[in-house]
């Protein structure tokens, strides 16, 4: 079985939901138009991407603004759609991604492993990271996740056909040596082909490009400037890579093979907590910010009443 699927690159402006989504219109119809009738946008389109409580300004509701809109464009263009957004949930706020098609949602996936400076402002929610529609079971990885060895083997196991990589990643901020940095992002380019190897399934690869431009919650004096790293690119089963971007905006449209033959039915290989094959000193690095993020987020004593405003309570 063949599938047309697109992959939309685009700049989203920080705490502009309304203006993200109507600038996302015309990439959204220009791959339907090409032929897509699977269709992934960059994680956290519609609120942008910033560290800082202003974040959560952007938050909705399980049913607001972005639902609505991919609602209303998958209805409209007949396709499948999805992003993730910033959603206010009891106390908290998490990160959601909805896969919605022309008659109706097929479902959610919450990012279960929050990465970095996002710890401070949401939190991470397990569960299911396959999503049943009509056509094939989606798998969804969201950004830090496909760093992480917890999704490879839930694909396996729930009998993906074909995983989506919403992604929101910068070129890697900090005081690194120059050649970490570069194995990070050679990390980041390489993860569609990677797990479209490894599983045997084809991989859309979708990036915001711009600029991530936000304060630093561990250095309150700090304030970064620094590109997305773009590279949108869109990998078939036997791991080619068919369509790739730079980093500008852009839309890419591939035809892809969701072959069962193909399937490895083999998670990738992992050490620890991480299929990432980084230096050990760098994971753990990653793995003492995260936690101090965690802890952060859990005793901040505005999170409660920020989310209590989204929800009207």
């Given at each position: ?55 959560w300004d952007a938050a ?103 995983l989506l990589q919403p ?107 991480w299929v990432a094959q ?36």
């Amino acid at each position: 079985m063949e599938l047309t699927v697109g992959a939309i690159q685009m700049e989203s402006r920080n705490h502009d939901v309304e203006g993200n989504l109507r600038r996302a219109i015309p990439l959204v119809e220009e791959a339907a138009g090409k032929g897509a009738t699977l269709i992934c946008l960059p994680e956290f389109l519609p609120s942008g991407y910033v560290f800082h409580e202003r974040m959560w300004d952007a938050a909705e509701r399980s049913a607001g603004p972005t639902t609505r809109w991919l609602a209303e464009q998958a209805k409209r263009l007949h396709v499948t759609l999805g992003t993730s957004f910033l959603e206010a949930r009891d106390a908290g706020f998490r990160n959601v991604f909805v896969l919605m098609g022309p008659d109706g949602e097929y479902g959610r996936v919450a990012k279960q492993d929050v990465a970095q400076y996002e710890n401070w402002f949401t939190e991470g929610d397990p569960g299911r990271h396959v999503i049943q529609t009509p056509f094939a079971r989606v798998g969804v990885g969201i950004c830090y996740e496909n760093l992480r060895a917890f999704l490879s083997p839930q694909l396996v196991e729930h009998d993906a056909d074909i995983l989506l990589q919403p992604h929101c990643c910068p070129v890697f901020p900090g005081f690194l040596p120059m050649r970490v940095k570069r194995m990070f992002e050679e990390e980041v380019r390489h993860t569609a082909g990677r797990y479209a190897r490894g599983l045997g399934i084809p991989v859309v690869f979708v990036n915001q490009c711009g600029f991530l431009d936000t304060p630093t919650p561990m250095f309150p004096f700090l304030r970064l400037r620094v590109p997305f790293l773009g590279h949108t690119n869109i990998a078939d089963s036997d791991g080619q890579i068919l369509g790739q971007a730079r980093g500008e905006s852009a839309v890419l449209v591939c035809r892809v093979n969701l072959d069962p033959q193909r399937k490895t039915h083999r998670a990738l290989p992992a050490r620890g907590k991480w299929v990432a094959q980084m230096p050990t000193p760098f994971l753990r690095l990653l793995e003492f910010v995260d936690a101090r993020g965690k802890a952060a987020y859990a005793r901040n004593p505005r999170r409660a009443a920020a989310a209590r405003r989204v929800l009207g309570q």
